[in-house]
C-alpha cells in the first residue's frame, strides 16, 4: 500500500514536471508571441500617429481653408439643419455661430421666397452643383442679395457657399438707372459732345446730334472737312482758343470760352472744355470735349455791367441814400455801407458818420424814445418804416423817412443786418406847417364865398358846411352838421348821387361833376351843380369835400331847347344809315349820328369837327364827287371806300345832297355800308387763288377720288410721295400706288365706304407703297359735295415715318422711365406738375392723377427754407444742373428724405419745355446716419465709464469716460477680456452672479476694479443685455460709476457720528452730574428758608414774607432751569414725553414773575406791577417746559 502511494506520487510529480516544462516552453513561446505582437503594435501605433497627425493637419488645414474662406460657408444635414459654418457666414448673416448652428437654412430666406426651387433638389440629388441668386435675412431685419452654389455631398448632408452680391447688384441697378437718367440727361442737355484725334489738325472723329439744334449743323458737316470747325471761330478769338486747346496734350485738360460762326451766319459764345483720354499703354488715344452755348450768359454778364453802373449812378444823383447796416451777436448796430445822396443828407461823410456812432447818435434827443420802438420791431422780423428827426452835421434840424427792412438769418433765427432807404422829407414837414396855417385863411374865405362848400364822412353825414350851404338848404349851420346828405337829395336823383358818392369814394374821378334835384328844409325844390373830390389823411380816405353852385334857372332854360331839339334828333340817329353832314370845301364833319360814329369806329366827340379827307381812301376822286354835287345842287350817288379810325377798309354807297346847315351851305352825306359785300365779292376770287396756291405748294400730298375710286386730281407734293408723276397717277385707279398684293382690296373698300359715307376721316397708318416701300402716313379724308356732280373725296397724306420711328424709341425711354426705381417728376418752368412715374406714386403716396396740375412745393415741409428753393429754380431755369437732398411730405403726412437730381428739358431753340426731377429715397440712410450720430453722441457725453462686450466677454467698445477711469487707451482694450479691469483674486460666485443677473434683465451693485497701474478702486455698476430677435444674448453693457470719493465721504460720515454720539454721551453725563451738584444744595437751601419763616411766622413783616416768596419761588425756579436743561437734551435725543396740562397765564406765570422781581422793584425804588386785560387767560401746555 506504501509502495503504491509512492509511486503514484512519483508518476504525479513526474506528471507535473512535465507539465511544468510545457508550461515553460508554451511561456516562453507566448512571450515570443507577445513581443513580436507588441513590436507590432509599436509599429502600427506609429504608424496610425502619423496617419492621424496628417489626417489632423489636414483637417486643421481644411478647417482653417473654411473658416477663413472669402465665402460664408453654410454645411447641414439631409433636412437642411445646419451642422457648421465658418466666421464669413456669421459675419454676413450678423447671427453668432451658436444661433447659426440651430437654424434650419431655410430660416435664412424670406418665407415668401423659400421654395424647392431655392435648392433644386433634382439637380442636387444628381451630385450636381447648383448655382442660384436669392434674397436673405440678416439678424437686424436688412435683406442681402447672395449668389448660392450647392451640392450635395456622399454623406447626404448638403453644403453650400454664398457670396455677397448685394453691392454687385446695386451696382448694377445704380449703372442701369444711370444710363437710364444719362439717356434722358444727353436727349436734353443743352451741351454737345465730341472726340477729336490726337493728331495736330484736330480732326472731329465723332460729334453729337446736339450740334444741329445749337449751331445749325449736321455732324457729317464737322466729319466731312478738317477746318470746318477751326474756320469758323472768330478771328478775334482763333489764335487764342486754339492755342488753348493744344494745351490738352500737356495738361490733360483744357477751358477756354470763344465766339463761333452758327448755320444762321451769326456768331455766339460758346464754352468749350477738353479732357485727354489715354489708352492702356497711358498714350494719348483721343480727345473728349463738351461744348456748351454761353451767349445768353455773355448777354446776361453784359447787361448786368450795364445795369450795376446804371444803377450806381442813379444812386449817386438821387435824392435819397441806401444803407445796409451790421447787426452784432449783442444786438448793437453797426453801419456797413451807403450809397447816393448821404453826405448831401446828412452832411457828415461815411466814415465821420460811423465815428460819431451812427443813426442812433445824430437822431434828435426828442425823437430817441419813438426811434428805440421803431428799432426793436426790426428784432420781431417786422418792416418798419417812420419819420424822424436828425440832427445835421451843421446843427440844425432834419427831417427823414426811413424805409428799413430786416435781414433775417433763418437758421439762427434772428437780426443779422438792416437794409433800406432814407428820405429828406424836412421841405415836405415845412411845407405840412405852412397848410396848417393856410387851412385857417382858407376857412375863413370858404364862409364869405356865394358858392356852397362842404365836407363828408364816408357814411354821408356833413362834417363841415359854409354859410351858403346853411342859406340854399334853409337850415342852420349847427343842424346841418351831423346830417345825411341824402336826407337833401330829391327822391327821384338819390339812387343817381349816391353811386357818384361811391364813385368818388373808391375811384376819385378828379372834375367829374354831377347835376341833380335837391329838397331844402322847407321843402323847396332846386338844381344844383356837384363836384367832390376824396378827403385822405395819412393816405387813408376819410370823406368827400366838394363845392356846389345852385343851377335852378339854368337847368329850366336846357330843358326847354331840349324838348324842341329832340324831334330832330330822334329822326338824325334813328337812321340806318350812316348821316354825316359836311362842310364841302374843307369837308370838315359838322355833325354825324350814331351809325356814323359806329361805321367809321369813333365817338361823337371825336369825328365832330375831323376832316373826311383823312378818312378817305382816295381823296381826289372824293373831291371829285363833291364837285360834281356842289354843281349839280342835287343828289349824287357813288361807291368810295375810306378808312375807320383803326385804319380799316369799309366799302360805301354814298348818296350826297347840298343843304343848309346853321347858316351855311354844307353837304348832307347818306352812307350805307356795303364793306360785307364787297369783301365777299374779293373772297370769292381770292379764294380760287387761294385753293390753287395751297394745292400746288403744299408739302403735304393731297389727292381726289371720285366714287369709283378714280384719281381726279393729285398735287405735285402726292407724286413726291409716292415717286409717280402725274401722268401716271390722274385718271388711274387709287390702288395703283400700293404694292399688287391690297390693289383689289383696297379698290372695293373704297367704293363701299364711299357710297355708305364710312370712310375713316383721320389715320395713322403703315402703307407699303408699289416700290415696296414702307411708309407711316397721317391721312385725313373729307368729302366733296358740289352741287349737281357726284361726291368726291379729297384724301390729304403727311409723312410721318420719322415721327413715328421716334415715338417708338420714345416709348421705350418711357417705358424705362415708368419702370424707373428712382422717383421722375416733369414740370413746367412754373413748378406746376405734368408727369409722375410710378416710382413717385409709391414713395410719396399721392397717385398720379392727385398731383397732375399741382406744384411740386405740395410735396415740400419747412424744412425745405424759400432761400434754397430760390437757388434751385435759379440754377434749374439758367440751364444748369442742380443736385441737393430735400426732405418732402408723403400724402400720409410722413416726412422723408430724398436725393434729387433736377434739370431743365429745352427745345431746338433752346427755350424750356418743362423740368426734369429725378430723385431717390434715402430716408433709412438719412434716419440711420441720425441714430449712430444720437447713440454715439449720448453714449461718448455721459460721465460714467461705457463698455459693451460680446458673451464671449470681448471687449467691442469703450466711450471716452471709461478710458479716463481705467487708465488704458482705446487700442489696449479694444478686443480683450473684460476680466482686465477685474481684481485677480475676484471670486468666481461673484462674477457667475453679475453674468447671471445680467442675462435675466440687469444687474447693479457695488464693486471693486482694477486700473492700469494696478490700483483697486470701488465702482457702482449697472448691467443690461442686448438680445436678438429671437432673444437671444449677442452682447453685455456696463455703465461703471467710480464711487472712490463717494466711499471716503461716506467712511469720514461714520467716524463723525461715533465722535458725535461719544460727545452726547459725555454731555448726558455731565448734565446728570449737574443737575445732582446743583439739586441737592438747593433743596438744602429751600428747606433751611421753609424752616426759617416757620420760625419767625409771627414777627414776619409783609416786605420779609414776600422775600420769603421769592426765595421759595427762585430756588424752584432754578431746579426747574436744570430740569429744562435736562428735558432738552431728551429732546435732541427724541425721548422727552411732555404732560399737557391747563395753565392759568395771570396765577402760574404772572404773578411768579412779579412775586420774583418785586422787591427788586423795590430797592431800586420802582413799582412793579402788570395789568390784567383778560380776567381768565389760560393756555393748554406742558407745565414743566414753561421757564
Same mark, same amino acid.
Given at each position: 500500500?506504501?509502495?503504491?502511494?509512492?509511486?503514484?506520487?512519483?508518476?504525479?510529480?513526474?506528471?507535473?514536471?512535465?507539465?511544468?516544462?510545457?508550461?515553460?516552453?508554451?511561456?516562453?513561446?507566448?512571450?515570443?508571441?507577445?513581443?513580436?505582437?507588441?513590436?507590432?503594435?509599436?509599429?502600427?501605433?506609429?504608424?496610425?500617429?502619423?496617419?492621424?497627425?496628417?489626417?489632423?493637419?489636414?483637417?486643421?488645414?481644411?478647417?482653417?481653408?473654411?473658416?477663413?474662406?472669402?465665402?460664408?460657408?453654410?454645411?447641414?444635414?439631409?433636412?437642411?439643419?445646419?451642422?457648421?459654418?465658418?466666421?464669413?457666414?456669421?459675419?454676413?448673416?450678423?447671427?453668432?455661430?451658436?444661433?447659426?448652428?440651430?437654424?434650419?437654412?431655410?430660416?435664412?430666406?424670406?418665407?415668401?421666397?423659400?421654395?424647392?426651387?431655392?435648392?433644386?433638389?433634382?439637380?442636387?440629388?444628381?451630385?450636381?452643383?447648383?448655382?442660384?441668386?436669392?434674397?436673405?435675412?440678416?439678424?437686424?431685419?436688412?435683406?442681402?442679395?447672395?449668389?448660392?452654389?450647392?451640392?450635395?455631398?456622399?454623406?447626404?448632408?448638403?453644403?453650400?457657399?454664398?457670396?455677397?452680391?448685394?453691392?454687385?447688384?446695386?451696382?448694377?441697378?445704380?449703372?442701369?438707372?444711370?444710363?437710364?437718367?444719362?439717356?434722358?440727361?444727353?436727349?436734353?442737355?443743352?451741351?454737345?459732345?465730341?472726340?477729336?484725334?490726337?493728331?495736330?489738325?484736330?480732326?472731329?472723329?465723332?460729334?453729337?446730334?446736339?450740334?444741329?439744334?445749337?449751331?445749325?449743323?449736321?455732324?457729317?458737316?464737322?466729319?466731312?472737312?478738317?477746318?470746318?470747325?477751326?474756320?469758323?471761330?472768330?478771328?478775334?478769338?482763333?489764335?487764342?482758343?486754339?492755342?488753348?486747346?493744344?494745351?490738352?496734350?500737356?495738361?490733360?485738360?483744357?477751358?477756354?470760352?470763344?465766339?463761333?460762326?452758327?448755320?444762321?451766319?451769326?456768331?455766339?459764345?460758346?464754352?468749350?472744355?477738353?479732357?485727354?483720354?489715354?489708352?492702356?499703354?497711358?498714350?494719348?488715344?483721343?480727345?473728349?470735349?463738351?461744348?456748351?452755348?454761353?451767349?445768353?450768359?455773355?448777354?446776361?454778364?453784359?447787361?448786368?455791367?450795364?445795369? &450795376?453802373?446804371?444803377?450806381?449812378?442813379?444812386?449817386?444823383?438821387?435824392?435819397?441814400?441806401?444803407?445796409?447796416?451790421?447787426?452784432?451777436?449783442?444786438?448793437?448796430?453797426?453801419?456797413?455801407?451807403?450809397?447816393?445822396?448821404?453826405?448831401?443828407?446828412?452832411?457828415?461823410?461815411?466814415?465821420?458818420?460811423?465815428?460819431?456812432?451812427?443813426?442812433?447818435?445824430?437822431?434828435?434827443?426828442? +425823437?430817441?424814445?419813438? +426811434?428805440?420802438?421803431?428799432?426793436?420791431?426790426?428784432?420781431?422780423?417786422?418792416?418798419?418804416?417812420?419819420?424822424?428827426?436828425?440832427?445835421?452835421?451843421?446843427?440844425?434840424?432834419?427831417?427823414?423817412?426811413?424805409?428799413?427792412?430786416?435781414?433775417?438769418?433763418?437758421?439762427?433765427?434772428?437780426?443779422?443786418?438792416?437794409?433800406?432807404?432814407?428820405?429828406?422829407?424836412?421841405?415836405?414837414?415845412?411845407?405840412?406847417?405852412?397848410?396848417?396855417?393856410?387851412?385857417?385863411?382858407?376857412?375863413?374865405?370858404?364862409?364869405?364865398?356865394?358858392?356852397?362848400?362842404?365836407?363828408?364822412?364816408?357814411?354821408?353825414?356833413?362834417?363841415?358846411?359854409?354859410?351858403?350851404?346853411?342859406?340854399?338848404?334853409?337850415?342852420?349851420?349847427?343842424?346841418?352838421?351831423?346830417?345825411?346828405?341824402?336826407?337833401?337829395?330829391?327822391?327821384?336823383?338819390?339812387?343817381?348821387?349816391?353811386?357818384?358818392?361811391?364813385?368818388?369814394?373808391?375811384?376819385?374821378?378828379?372834375?367829374?361833376?354831377?347835376?341833380?334835384?335837391?329838397?331844402?328844409?322847407?321843402?323847396?325844390?332846386?338844381?344844383?351843380?356837384?363836384?367832390?373830390?376824396?378827403?385822405?389823411?395819412?393816405?387813408?380816405?376819410?370823406?368827400?369835400?366838394?363845392?356846389?353852385?345852385?343851377?335852378?334857372?339854368?337847368?329850366?332854360?336846357?330843358?326847354?331847347?331840349?324838348?324842341?331839339?329832340?324831334?330832330?334828333?330822334?329822326?338824325?340817329?334813328?337812321?340806318?344809315?350812316?348821316?354825316?353832314?359836311?362842310?364841302?370845301?374843307?369837308?370838315?364833319?359838322?355833325?354825324?349820328?350814331?351809325?356814323?360814329?359806329?361805321?367809321?369806329?369813333?365817338?361823337?366827340?371825336?369825328?365832330?369837327?375831323?376832316?373826311?379827307?383823312?378818312?378817305?381812301?382816295?381823296?381826289?376822286?372824293?373831291?371829285?364827287?363833291?364837285?360834281?354835287?356842289?354843281?349839280?345842287?342835287?343828289?349824287?350817288?357813288?361807291?368810295?371806300?375810306?378808312?375807320?379810325?383803326?385804319?380799316?377798309?369799309?366799302?360805301?354807297?354814298?348818296?350826297?345832297?347840298?343843304?343848309?346847315?346853321?347858316?351855311?351851305?354844307?353837304?348832307?352825306?347818306?352812307?350805307?355800308?356795303?364793306?360785307?359785300?364787297?369783301?365777299?365779292?374779293?373772297?370769292?376770287?381770292?379764294?380760287?387763288?387761294?385753293?390753287?396756291?395751297?394745292? &400746288?405748294?403744299?408739302?403735304?400730298?393731297?389727292?381726289?377720288?371720285?366714287?369709283?375710286?378714280?384719281?381726279?386730281?393729285?398735287?405735285?407734293?402726292?407724286?413726291?410721295?409716292?415717286?409717280?408723276?402725274?401722268?401716271?397717277?390722274?385718271?388711274?385707279?387709287?390702288?395703283?400706288?400700293?404694292?399688287?398684293?391690297?390693289?383689289?382690296?383696297?379698290?372695293?373698300?373704297?367704293?363701299?365706304?364711299?357710297?355708305?359715307?364710312?370712310?375713316?376721316?383721320?389715320?395713322?397708318?403703315?402703307?407699303?407703297?408699289?416700290?415696296?416701300?414702307?411708309?407711316?402716313?397721317?391721312?385725313?379724308?373729307?368729302?366733296?359735295?358740289?352741287?349737281?356732280?357726284?361726291?368726291?373725296?379729297?384724301?390729304?397724306?403727311?409723312?410721318?415715318?420719322?415721327?413715328?420711328?421716334? &415715338?417708338?424709341?420714345?416709348?421705350?425711354?418711357?417705358?424705362?422711365?415708368?419702370?424707373?426705381?428712382?422717383?421722375?417728376?416733369?414740370?413746367?418752368?412754373?413748378?406746376?406738375?405734368?408727369?409722375?412715374?410710378?416710382?413717385?406714386?409709391?414713395?410719396?403716396?399721392?397717385?398720379?392723377?392727385?398731383?397732375?396740375?399741382?406744384?411740386?412745393?405740395?410735396?415740400?415741409?419747412?424744412?425745405?427754407?424759400?432761400?434754397?428753393?430760390?437757388?434751385?429754380?435759379?440754377?434749374?431755369?439758367?440751364?444748369?444742373? @442742380?443736385?441737393?437732398?430735400?426732405?418732402?411730405?408723403?400724402?400720409?403726412?410722413?416726412?422723408?428724405?430724398?436725393?434729387?437730381?433736377?434739370?431743365?428739358?429745352?427745345?431746338?431753340?433752346?427755350?424750356?419745355?418743362?423740368?426734369?426731377?429725378?430723385?431717390?429715397?434715402?430716408?433709412?440712410?438719412?434716419?440711420?446716419?441720425?441714430?449712430?450720430?444720437?447713440?454715439?453722441?449720448?453714449?461718448?457725453?455721459?460721465?460714467?465709464?461705457?463698455?459693451?462686450?460680446?458673451?464671449?466677454?470681448?471687449?467691442?467698445?469703450?466711450?471716452?469716460?471709461?478710458?479716463?477711469?481705467?487708465?488704458?487707451?482705446?487700442?489696449?482694450?479694444?478686443?480683450?477680456?473684460?476680466?482686465?479691469?477685474?481684481?485677480?483674486?475676484?471670486?468666481?460666485?461673484?462674477?457667475?452672479?453679475?453674468?447671471?443677473?445680467?442675462?435675466?434683465?440687469?444687474?447693479?451693485?457695488?464693486?471693486?476694479?482694477?486700473?492700469?497701474?494696478?490700483?483697486?478702486?470701488?465702482?457702482?455698476?449697472?448691467?443690461?443685455?442686448?438680445?436678438?430677435?429671437?432673444?437671444?444674448?449677442?452682447?453685455?453693457?456696463?455703465?461703471?460709476?467710480?464711487?472712490?470719493?463717494?466711499?471716503?465721504?461716506?467712511?469720514?460720515?461714520?467716524?463723525?457720528?461715533?465722535?458725535?454720539?461719544?460727545?452726547?454721551?459725555?454731555?448726558?453725563?455731565?448734565?446728570?452730574?449737574?443737575?445732582?451738584?446743583?439739586?441737592?444744595?438747593?433743596?438744602?437751601?429751600?428747606?433751611?428758608?421753609?424752616?426759617?419763616?416757620?420760625?419767625?411766622?409771627?414777627?414776619?413783616?409783609?416786605?420779609?414774607?414776600?422775600?420769603?416768596?421769592?426765595?421759595?419761588?427762585?430756588?424752584?425756579?432754578?431746579?426747574?432751569?436744570?430740569?429744562?436743561?435736562?428735558?432738552?437734551?431728551?429732546?435732541?435725543?427724541?425721548?422727552?414725553?411732555?404732560? @399737557?396740562?391747563?395753565?392759568?397765564?395771570?396765577?402760574?406765570?404772572?404773578?411768579?414773575?412779579?412775586?420774583?422781581?418785586?422787591?427788586?422793584?423795590?430797592?431800586?425804588?420802582? &413799582?412793579?406791577?402788570?395789568?390784567?386785560?383778560?380776567?381768565?387767560?389760560?393756555?393748554?401746555?406742558?407745565?414743566?417746559?414753561?421757564?
Amino acid at each position: 500500500m506504501l509502495t503504491e502511494n509512492i509511486r503514484v506520487r512519483k508518476e504525479t510529480e513526474e506528471t507535473l514536471k512535465n507539465k511544468e516544462n510545457e508550461l515553460e516552453k508554451y511561456q516562453a513561446h507566448l512571450e515570443s508571441l507577445v513581443n513580436e505582437r507588441t513590436k507590432n503594435l509599436e509599429i502600427e501605433i506609429l504608424e496610425r500617429s502619423k496617419v492621424e497627425k496628417a489626417l489632423k493637419e489636414s483637417e486643421e488645414k481644411y478647417k482653417n481653408i473654411l473658416e477663413f474662406a472669402a465665402e460664408a460657408f453654410f454645411q447641414g444635414d439631409s433636412k437642411g439643419n445646419l451642422i457648421i459654418v465658418n466666421s464669413k457666414a456669421v459675419e454676413l448673416t450678423g447671427y453668432a455661430r451658436e444661433e447659426l448652428l440651430s437654424f434650419n437654412l431655410a430660416d435664412l430666406f424670406p418665407k415668401t421666397t423659400f421654395d424647392a426651387e431655392l435648392l433644386r433638389y433634382d439637380l442636387l440629388q444628381e451630385g450636381k452643383a447648383v448655382i442660384t441668386e436669392r434674397e436673405i435675412l440678416t439678424k437686424n431685419g436688412s435683406r442681402l442679395l447672395i449668389e448660392m452654389n450647392s451640392k450635395k455631398m456622399p454623406d447626404g448632408t448638403y453644403q453650400s457657399f454664398f457670396r455677397n452680391i448685394t453691392e454687385r447688384k446695386n451696382a448694377e441697378e445704380i449703372l442701369k438707372r444711370t444710363q437710364e437718367h444719362q439717356t434722358l440727361i444727353l436727349q436734353s442737355l443743352p451741351m454737345v459732345y465730341y472726340t477729336t484725334n490726337v493728331s495736330p489738325d484736330l480732326n472731329t472723329t465723332w460729334i453729337s446730334d446736339q450740334v444741329e439744334k445749337i449751331a445749325g449743323f449736321l455732324p457729317k458737316d464737322f466729319s466731312d472737312s478738317s477746318v470746318f470747325w477751326t474756320e469758323r471761330i472768330h478771328p478775334v478769338d482763333r489764335e487764342a482758343t486754339l492755342n488753348e486747346y493744344k494745351k490738352v496734350f500737356s495738361t490733360g485738360s483744357s477751358l477756354t470760352e470763344y465766339r463761333w460762326k452758327c448755320a444762321d451766319g451769326n456768331y455766339r459764345w460758346f464754352s468749350d472744355r477738353t479732357a485727354l483720354v489715354k489708352n492702356e499703354s497711358g498714350q494719348p488715344h483721343l480727345v473728349v470735349g463738351m461744348w456748351l452755348d454761353i451767349t445768353e450768359k455773355k448777354q446776361a454778364e453784359d447787361r448786368l455791367l450795364k445795369s &450795376e453802373e446804371r444803377f450806381r449812378l442813379i444812386s449817386n444823383l438821387t435824392s435819397d441814400y441806401i444803407f445796409s447796416t451790421k447787426i452784432a451777436s449783442d444786438g448793437s448796430a453797426e453801419p456797413d455801407w451807403v450809397m447816393g445822396a448821404f453826405e448831401n443828407i446828412t452832411g457828415y461823410t461815411f466814415d465821420e458818420y460811423k465815428k460819431v456812432g451812427g443813426w442812433r447818435k445824430v437822431v434828435h434827443p426828442d +425823437d430817441r424814445e419813438k +426811434d428805440e420802438v421803431n428799432f426793436n420791431k426790426l428784432f420781431t422780423n417786422e418792416v418798419d418804416v417812420s419819420e424822424i428827426r436828425t440832427i445835421h452835421k451843421q446843427g440844425r434840424i432834419i427831417w427823414l423817412r426811413s424805409y428799413a427792412q430786416p435781414i433775417w438769418d433763418n437758421e439762427s433765427n434772428k437780426l443779422v443786418g438792416v437794409y433800406g432807404a432814407v428820405q429828406d422829407i424836412t421841405e415836405r414837414k415845412h411845407a405840412e406847417e405852412y397848410l396848417i396855417e393856410s387851412e385857417t385863411k382858407l376857412r375863413k374865405i370858404a364862409e364869405g364865398t356865394k358858392a356852397i362848400l362842404f365836407s363828408t364822412n364816408k357814411r354821408g353825414q356833413f362834417t363841415y358846411a359854409n354859410k351858403a350851404a346853411s342859406e340854399v338848404l334853409e337850415l342852420e349851420n349847427k343842424k346841418l352838421i351831423g346830417k345825411f346828405y341824402l336826407k337833401f337829395i330829391h327822391p327821384d336823383d338819390r339812387e343817381r348821387v349816391h353811386s357818384y358818392f361811391q364813385q368818388q369814394l373808391n375811384e376819385n374821378e378828379k372834375d367829374r361833376s354831377l347835376d341833380f334835384r335837391y329838397i331844402s328844409a322847407s321843402g323847396r325844390v332846386g338844381w344844383l351843380s356837384f363836384l367832390v373830390n376824396t378827403l385822405s389823411i395819412d393816405g387813408n380816405v376819410t370823406g368827400l369835400t366838394g363845392v356846389a353852385q345852385e343851377i335852378t334857372e339854368r337847368k329850366q332854360t336846357e330843358e326847354a331847347l331840349r324838348k324842341s331839339e329832340t324831334q330832330y334828333r330822334n329822326l338824325f340817329e334813328t337812321a340806318n344809315d350812316a348821316i354825316i353832314i359836311f362842310e364841302p370845301e374843307s369837308e370838315i364833319i359838322l355833325e354825324a349820328n350814331s351809325n356814323a360814329c359806329k361805321i367809321y369806329d369813333f365817338t361823337r366827340d371825336e369825328i365832330i369837327g375831323l376832316s373826311l379827307k383823312k378818312l378817305t381812301v382816295d381823296i381826289e376822286a372824293g373831291e371829285l364827287q363833291i364837285a360834281m354835287t356842289m354843281k349839280n345842287k342835287g343828289k349824287k350817288n357813288f361807291e368810295t371806300r375810306e378808312y375807320t379810325r383803326t385804319g380799316k377798309i369799309i366799302y360805301l354807297l354814298v348818296n350826297t345832297s347840298v343843304i343848309e346847315y346853321e347858316g351855311k351851305t354844307a353837304i348832307l352825306s347818306i352812307n350805307h355800308d356795303i364793306t360785307e359785300r364787297k369783301i365777299a365779292e374779293e373772297k370769292l376770287i381770292a379764294s380760287e387763288l387761294q385753293f390753287r396756291s395751297v394745292w &400746288e405748294n403744299s408739302t403735304d400730298g393731297m389727292r381726289i377720288t371720285d366714287g369709283q375710286g378714280i384719281i381726279l386730281m393729285v398735287n405735285n407734293a402726292f407724286c413726291k410721295l409716292v415717286e409717280m408723276q402725274k401722268a401716271e397717277l390722274e385718271g388711274k385707279p387709287l390702288s395703283i400706288i400700293y404694292n399688287e398684293e391690297n390693289r383689289e382690296h383696297i379698290s372695293e373698300m373704297h367704293k363701299k365706304r364711299l357710297l355708305s359715307k364710312t370712310v375713316q376721316l383721320n389715320f395713322e397708318r403703315e402703307l407699303t407703297l408699289c416700290n415696296n416701300k414702307k411708309y407711316w402716313f397721317d391721312v385725313t379724308n373729307s368729302y366733296l359735295e358740289i352741287e349737281n356732280q357726284p361726291t368726291m373725296l379729297l384724301s390729304i397724306f403727311r409723312d410721318i415715318t420719322e415721327r413715328k420711328l421716334s &415715338e417708338f424709341e420714345l416709348k421705350k425711354l418711357s417705358e424705362a422711365v415708368e419702370q424707373s426705381p428712382a422717383s421722375v417728376v416733369m414740370t413746367d418752368v412754373n413748378g406746376i406738375i405734368q408727369y409722375v412715374n410710378k416710382s413717385f406714386s409709391e414713395i410719396s403716396e399721392y397717385s398720379f392723377d392727385e398731383v397732375i396740375g399741382k406744384h411740386s412745393d405740395m410735396f415740400s415741409s419747412d424744412y425745405n427754407l424759400v432761400g434754397k428753393k430760390d437757388q434751385l429754380w435759379e440754377t434749374v431755369l439758367a440751364g444748369n444742373l @442742380w443736385r441737393g437732398e430735400f426732405l418732402n411730405k408723403k400724402k400720409s403726412g410722413k416726412l422723408y428724405w430724398e436725393d434729387a437730381t433736377i434739370k431743365a428739358v429745352k427745345d431746338k431753340e433752346g427755350k424750356i419745355l418743362s423740368i426734369l426731377f429725378v430723385k431717390e429715397d434715402i430716408t433709412l440712410k438719412k434716419n440711420a446716419e441720425q441714430e449712430i450720430q444720437l447713440l454715439a453722441h449720448s453714449i461718448e457725453s455721459i460721465g460714467e465709464g461705457v463698455s459693451i462686450t460680446d458673451v464671449e466677454d470681448q471687449i467691442l467698445f469703450v466711450n471716452d469716460a471709461f478710458i479716463k477711469i481705467y487708465g488704458y487707451s482705446r487700442d489696449e482694450l479694444i478686443g480683450k477680456d473684460i476680466r482686465v479691469i477685474r481684481q485677480l483674486n475676484e471670486m468666481p460666485d461673484e462674477m457667475n452672479e453679475i453674468v447671471s443677473g445680467t442675462v435675466v434683465g440687469g444687474w447693479k451693485g457695488e464693486i471693486i476694479n482694477r486700473r492700469k497701474d494696478g490700483s483697486l478702486f470701488p465702482v457702482y455698476l449697472s448691467t443690461s443685455v442686448v438680445k436678438d430677435h429671437n432673444g437671444i444674448p449677442v452682447a453685455l453693457i456696463g455703465v461703471a460709476t467710480d464711487i472712490t470719493d463717494t466711499k471716503k465721504a461716506h467712511e469720514e460720515l461714520v467716524l463723525a457720528k461715533e465722535r458725535a454720539e461719544k460727545a452726547n454721551t459725555l454731555k448726558t453725563e455731565f448734565l446728570a452730574q449737574m443737575s445732582h451738584e446743583i439739586r441737592s444744595p438747593m433743596n438744602v437751601t429751600l428747606s433751611f428758608a421753609s424752616l426759617i419763616r416757620e420760625e419767625l411766622e409771627e414777627v414776619l413783616t409783609p416786605e420779609l414774607i414776600e422775600c420769603f416768596k421769592g426765595i421759595d419761588y427762585a430756588g424752584k425756579r432754578l431746579i426747574r432751569t436744570v430740569d429744562l436743561i435736562l428735558n432738552m437734551s431728551e429732546v435732541q435725543l427724541g425721548t422727552y414725553e411732555p404732560t @399737557w396740562s391747563e395753565i392759568d397765564l395771570n396765577a402760574d406765570i404772572l404773578e411768579r414773575v412779579r412775586t420774583e422781581y418785586i422787591s427788586l422793584a423795590k430797592r431800586k425804588g420802582l &413799582e412793579f406791577n402788570y395789568i390784567k386785560s383778560i380776567p381768565n387767560a389760560r393756555v393748554y401746555g406742558d407745565h414743566n417746559s414753561l421757564n
